[in-house]
C-alpha cells in the first residue's frame, strides 16, 4: 500500500513562496503518475497539478504560471513549488495517485495560509 506524508506548508505573506514535499513509500514510484490536490474549508478537494512517469505535467488554470510540480525518483518524493502565492492559494495540500482507482488513503497534508 503506497503511502504519502505531505510536508513544507506554512503562513506566507500574498505573493511570496513556498515548496511543498511528498515523501512516498514504495518502489514503484518512478512508474506512478503523481498529483498534488488541494482543499479549501468548505470546499471539495480538487486535483491542481499532475506529472506523469515521463515529467509531461499539467495544471489546473487557477495555478497555471504560478506553480510548478516536479519529482525526483532517486527520493521517492513529489514536488510543489509555489510563487506569486495568493490568499485563495489557501488549503490543505496532498499528494496521491491521480490514475490509480480506488485510490490509495490520504496522508495528513500540509496547511498552507497566504495571509498578510
Known amino acids: 500500500q503506497v503511502q504519502f506524508v505531505e510536508s513544507g506548508g506554512g503562513l506566507v505573506q500574498p505573493g511570496g513562496s513556498l515548496r511543498l514535499s511528498c515523501a512516498t513509500s514504495?518502489?514503484?514510484?518512478?512508474?506512478?503518475?503523481m498529483g498534488w490536490y488541494r482543499q479549501a474549508p468548505g470546499e471539495e478537494r480538487e486535483l491542481i497539478a499532475t506529472?506523469?512517469?515521463?515529467?509531461?505535467?499539467t495544471y489546473t488554470d487557477s495555478v497555471k504560471g504560478r506553480f510548478t510540480i516536479s519529482r525526483d525518483n532517486a527520493k521517492n518524493t513529489l514536488y510543489l513549488q509555489m510563487n506569486s502565492l495568493k490568499p485563495e492559494d489557501t488549503a490543505v495540500y496532498y499528494c496521491?495517485?491521480?490514475?490509480?482507482?480506488?485510490?490509495?488513503?490520504w496522508g495528513p497534508g500540509t496547511q498552507v495560509t497566504v495571509s498578510s
Open positions: 496521491n495517485l491521480p490514475n490509480r482507482i480506488p485510490r490509495p488513503s
Open positions: 514504495g518502489s514503484k514510484f518512478s512508474m506512478y503518475a
Open positions: 506529472i506523469t512517469s515521463t515529467d509531461s505535467t
